[in-house]
């Protein structure tokens, strides 16, 4: 049987603060939403979702040509855009700006920041 979606699930402190950080930051569409018992949830069209799964020193070298320096936990969430179009303020709006734009391997173009409004 084949696998049909791949979905990351964010837990987060500040619903609000969030869903604008994805939606405007971002620049996400938004295709659905509830309300359960006080509850809320959005989902967001973020692309064709991928697995990759990386050993330390693939980590380390990752971090390494994006930032720098070691920076990364567990679980990395990458979004890869045509342009840097919609990441331009998204400092103001809920993310910590850790590196430029930088060419990783597999000519793949990123840059790295941490949003704070994911629990831990």
Not at 1 to 15: H, I, N, P, W
Not at 17 to 43: C, M, S
Not at 70 to 89: E, H, L, S, Y
Request: aromatic fraction near 6%; avoid cysteine; charge should be positive.
């Amino acid at each position: 049987m084949a696998t049909k979606e791949l979905r990351l699930v964010l837990t987060v402190k500040d619903f609000d603060r969030a869903t604008a950080f994805f939606r405007d930051a971002l620049g996400l569409p938004q295709v659905a939403g509830w309300e359960n018992d006080g509850g809320h949830a959005v989902l967001f069209d973020a692309g064709r979702p991928t697995l990759q799964i990386f050993d330390e020193a693939q980590a380390r070298a990752i971090d390494q040509i994006e930032v720098g320096q070691r920076v990364a936990g567990p679980v990395r969430v990458a979004f890869k855009r045509r342009t840097a179009k919609g990441r331009r303020g998204s400092g103001r709006r809920g993310a910590r700006i850790l590196g430029g734009p930088v060419l990783t391997p597999g000519a793949i173009a990123t840059s790295a920041s941490q949003v704070s409004t994911a629990s831990s």
